[in-house]
């Protein structure tokens, strides 16, 4: 059974830091394409964050995080990570990790089905 386990948000004030991992199990990330992490604010559709491209190992970023997110893996660990800096309270969201095809820009495109049940991360203003 695949399963994503995410951890490490929490509540922090404008301009702190988070790291969020994603611990895979049923699957092994380094053999998919596209890994990367989605993000779903209050009210608001979900949206692809960060990628990391298996083909080139290149990252993308969403426009706004661009700068002060950093994705990265540990294939030995089978877990992705979200260094998180500089945060926004427009960074308000549970977060999900997820494993794909391919990126297209921050988005991992058709993304397995099993959704862990995300971390969530509340920036203060």
């Known amino acids: 059974e695949v399963q994503f386990v995410e951890s490490g948000g929490g509540l922090v004030q404008t301009g702190g830091s988070l790291r969020l991992s994603c611990a895979a199990s049923?699957?092994?990330?380094?053999?998919?394409?596209?890994i990367g992490w989605f993000r779903q604010a209050p009210g608001k559709e979900r949206e692809g964050v960060s990628c990391?491209?298996?083909?080139?190992?290149?990252?993308y970023h969403l426009e706004s995080v661009k700068g002060r997110f950093t994705i990265s893996s540990d294939n030995a660990k089978n877990t992705l990570y979200l260094q998180m800096n500089n945060l926004k309270p427009e960074d308000t969201a549970v977060y999900y990790c997820?494993?794909?095809?391919?990126?297209?820009?921050?988005?991992?495109?058709?993304?397995?089905?099993?959704w862990g049940q995300g971390t969530r991360v509340t920036v203060s203003s």
């Open positions: 049923g699957l092994t990330l380094e053999d998919y394409y596209a």
């Open positions: 997820a494993a794909g095809a391919e990126c297209s820009g921050s988005l991992v495109l058709y993304p397995l089905d099993a």
């Open positions: 990391i491209s298996k083909s080139d190992g290149s990252t």
